[in-house]
């Protein structure tokens, strides 16, 4: 049934493309993926993995108030991260990345100063280029911790305003968490000897809202946020079922958030900041801030990004959390590129814990080949302490080759 959804689903959008087609656009491409491992970890002893993605996106403008916007991805892999059944997912509450899922559908209504969004799309906040802590309202798929994506959420979006001052508000009837690492895999590095299990996860019910008021100056780009609703991030619960076995639940406490950002451009260097305080009501998640400061230059045909993302815990009550926001502060964070030229370009981005316990540097090569294909080769590069957030993945070096067409 199922099949025969997303096959109809696919023949509408190719309808709409031949019956308007002035106002009718689509996009997509077909990646294949190569991912090398040189070492193996305890809980899991592959070193290769090949991957498959297929996206495809349409977008409708049905007058001048009215447009829409719908996409599909279809995965496939070699390692099991992506679910064997051939099932249409919309709220991304799977353990593994779904085979076809809806990556976002919404309309949007624009008449003057308002524009509205309903339905599944993507809502970016903050500034800051390297970490942002007030992006309350974007989980993401971390089953590969270093290499996330975005996932998009069902919402309810309205933005009013002018060139000067914008107020956004959310509304979110639908919770959607951020994907983790699988248990049975390198990325979870769950120690050796234990036997590990998952029970299903407890989803919090309920809303989440958020507002955002943005102002630009003559001299700086500042806004204010605020999050009432749940962490996409989990805690966990633990049951020991036998020795050395161990029941896990994934939980979503609740969490407030104030925050802000700015950002101030200067002569020759942009300087970036955001900051973000969090609450919550659930008696094992921790009260803490969260801040960013980075400068930005782009020079002819290099861009540079660099900063320092900090941490301060106010009331510590959480023993056992997947927290990759956090696990990036107490660190130095910076982004480099060159454009070599309109076919070639160069990219380095690297974190290093400010103890030295914990290193990690990607740097990625792309290349267009014709029109349509582009090659790219990244190396990734994990050293550190067990004990860090960073560290503890020093076995997850790793090379990447992927090719793609895009139409």
């Excluded at 919090?204 to 780009?221: D, K, L, M, T, Y």
Aim: aromatic letters at 14%; charged letters at 20%.
């Amino acid at each position: 049934m199922k099949r025969r959804f997303l096959g109809a689903g696919c023949w509408v959008l190719g309808l709409s493309a031949a019956l308007f087609a002035q106002s009718f656009s689509q996009r997509g491409f077909l990646e294949t993926d190569f991912i090398g491992y040189p070492q193996t970890v305890p809980n899991d002893s592959g070193q290769e993995i090949g991957e498959a993605l297929f996206r495809y996106e349409a977008f409708y403008k049905l007058n001048s108030d009215w447009q829409f916007a719908g996409g599909i991805d279809a995965r496939a892999d070699t390692h099991e991260q992506v679910d064997r059944a051939w099932e249409l997912s919309w709220d991304d509450r799977e353990r593994r990345r779904p085979s076809f899922e809806v990556r976002q559908l919404n309309a949007t209504y624009a008449k003057k100063k308002l524009t509205v969004v309903l339905g599944k799309q993507f809502i970016r906040w903050g500034k800051a280029d390297i970490l942002n802590p007030t992006d309350r309202f974007a989980p993401q798929d971390y089953l590969s911790v270093v290499d996330s994506e975005f996932l998009a959420i069902t919402a309810a979006r309205a933005t009013y305003g002018g060139q000067s001052n914008t107020i956004d508000l959310v509304w979110v009837p639908l919770f959607t968490p951020s994907r983790i690492p699988l248990l049975d895999q390198r990325w979870s590095n769950v120690p050796a000897g234990i036997a590990l299990g998952e029970l299903p996860p407890s989803f919090p019910g309920g809303s989440q809202f958020g507002a955002r008021w943005n102002h630009i100056g003559s001299v700086a780009e500042y806004s204010l946020s605020f999050y009432d609703g749940h962490n996409n991030l989990p805690l966990f619960n633990f049951q020991e079922t036998r020795p050395l076995a161990v029941e896990i639940e994934r939980y979503y406490p609740q969490m407030r958030m104030y925050g802000g950002d700015a950002a101030i451009p200067l002569k020759g260097v942009t300087v970036k900041a955001e900051a973000a305080y969090f609450t919550s009501t659930t008696k094992t998640e921790d009260e803490y801030a969260l801040y960013v400061v980075q400068l930005e230059r782009q020079a002819g045909e290099w861009f540079f990004i660099g900063g320092y993302a900090g941490q301060v815990v106010t009331e510590h009550r959480s023993i056992f959390d997947f927290a990759p926001d956090r696990g990036l502060t107490s660190a130095f964070l910076g982004r480099a590129g060159y454009t070599i030229d309109t076919n070639r370009s160069v990219a380095l981005e690297t974190a290093l814990r400010q103890n030295g316990k914990g290193e990690w540097a990607k740097l990625e090569y792309s290349q267009a080949l014709g029109a349509h294909w582009r090659a790219t080769a990244a190396l990734t590069l994990i050293r550190g302490d067990e004990s860090d957030f960073l560290g503890q993945y020093r076995r997850n070096s790793h090379a990447m080759l992927a090719l793609r067409y895009s139409f």
